[in-house]
């Protein structure tokens, strides 16, 4: 396929220092249209919403921005529907204390081992408050594939949430959400869908998935350090979180608590203006006009993505597996562009300090993925290697990864 990674890369100011960045799954470089557009934000002069001054009307108009973006990015419902925020972690604490306010002693979620610890751990701890029972759907080894089965086997009157990623962040695998939201709305339980990993690498259609809540992360697709977590809005009045006695009821504002750094909500929108422009930029076939609806443009654009990362992950794959010396965890059928992996004798540390002196970026440690590095056996031993990869990430960039890795055989 026709995917000019250069031209994509010209986009992005940090790339100059020749490092490879195989360090997406942590958190992406971001283009100068972004860096551009919260910049212009600042000069142009902001403050809180809700005056009748220019500046106010210049941060609710940069917040709606971001919102729209977001609508068109994962097809939310509504604006009204996206919740903005500083983290996927923080956003998740928010909906796990207002939706455990309706849960009773005697009712069950359900998290699985396969999760990032922010889909897992908010809603561990707001079950043992509210004295509700938690069920764990385990993935298999050695594979790391979570079968619909191991979700479904959980269910019953008695469930109340289903909490699931979309891909997990460090083996990538890409559970089929769908029919597991399906059985779980058969039981008569809520879906909350952990999409940070999924929605940099995939094109992402909330209602098709059935998700009820579905979470993401900006800093993952070129955006600033922001989080959304998108739903209904009738559903969305349904959760109270805690918050100010003064501060509004609205849905989505009740879930964003304090100031809103509304720079980076203009950053949010041009990311969004970014990954609709990627296809196109890229020379990629297929690829709608520049004046075709946003939506039309971003779903083109992240397939195109999604066929030209999964090009690269197969070389990454086969790489490393012509390697005695390494050890590659999971193989899942459906899988984002991203590796978890040991060397023999050495250190995850160890390998990630070696990598960076061959200026390549990889992650070490147990990457957030607590309860799969548990399972793993591998979590108190310093977890794994993690690399990942980008819209931005090139040929030339795998192969310095995976000489490097040579380099310790």
Not at 200 to 220: N, R
Not at 284 to 298: H, K, L, S, V, Y
Request: glycine letters at 8%.
């Amino acid at each position: 396929m026709t995917y000019d990674v250069a031209k994509v890369r010209a986009l992005y100011p940090a790339l100059a220092d020749g490092w490879a960045y195989l360090d997406g799954a942590a958190g992406t470089q971001v283009p100068r249209s972004v860096i551009d557009a919260e910049s212009a934000t600042y000069a142009a002069g902001i403050g809180n919403h809700g005056a009748y001054f220019a500046a106010s009307k210049r941060s609710d108009a940069a917040s709606r921005a971001a919102r729209e973006g977001i609508v068109d990015l994962v097809g939310a419902p509504a604006v009204e529907g996206v919740a903005l925020g500083p983290s996927m972690t923080a956003l998740t604490y928010r909906f796990a204390d207002g939706l455990s306010k309706t849960w009773k002693p005697g009712d069950e979620i359900v998290v699985t081992r396969l999760d990032h610890d922010a889909n897992v751990r908010p809603w561990v701890q707001a079950a043992e408050r509210a004295g509700v029972t938690v069920r764990w759907a385990v993935p298999t080894l050695p594979d790391v594939e979570l079968p619909v089965e191991a979700v479904t086997e959980h269910l019953s009157e008695r469930t109340r949430l289903v909490a699931v990623t979309a891909a997990s962040n460090v083996i990538g695998t890409r559970p089929d959400v769908r029919a597991i939201a399906d059985a779980a709305h058969a039981a008569g339980a809520l879906v909350y869908v952990d999409g940070v990993h999924a929605t940099p690498h995939v094109p992402v259609d909330v209602a098709a998935l059935g998700a009820d809540f579905y979470a993401t992360s900006a800093y993952k697709w070129s955006g600033p350090h922001l989080a959304t977590v998108v739903g209904e809005p009738a559903l969305l009045e349904t959760v109270m979180p805690d918050k100010l006695a003064s501060s509004s009821t609205d849905v989505p504002d009740r879930f964003e608590y304090g100031t809103s750094p509304f720079a980076q909500h203009a950053g949010m929108a041009a990311a969004v203006d970014h990954v609709a422009g990627l296809g196109a930029l890229a020379g990629a076939g297929g690829q709608p006009g520049p004046d075709a609806p946003r939506r039309e443009r971003i779903l083109a654009s992240m397939a195109a993505v999604e066929a030209y990362e999964q090009a690269l992950l197969a070389r990454m794959i086969a790489g490393l597996a012509a390697m005695d010396h390494v050890e590659r965890f999971g193989s899942p059928a459906l899988q984002a562009p991203t590796i978890w992996f040991r060397v023999r004798g050495l250190t995850p540390d160890q390998v990630a300090e070696h990598c960076a002196k061959a200026e390549v970026n990889v992650w070490s440690g147990h990457n957030y993925a607590w309860e799969l590095a548990g399972l793993l056996g591998i979590r108190d031993s310093g977890s794994a290697v993690r690399a990942s990869l980008s819209v931005y990430s090139s040929d030339e960039d795998v192969d310095r990864l995976l000489e490097a890795v040579a380099a310790l055989g």
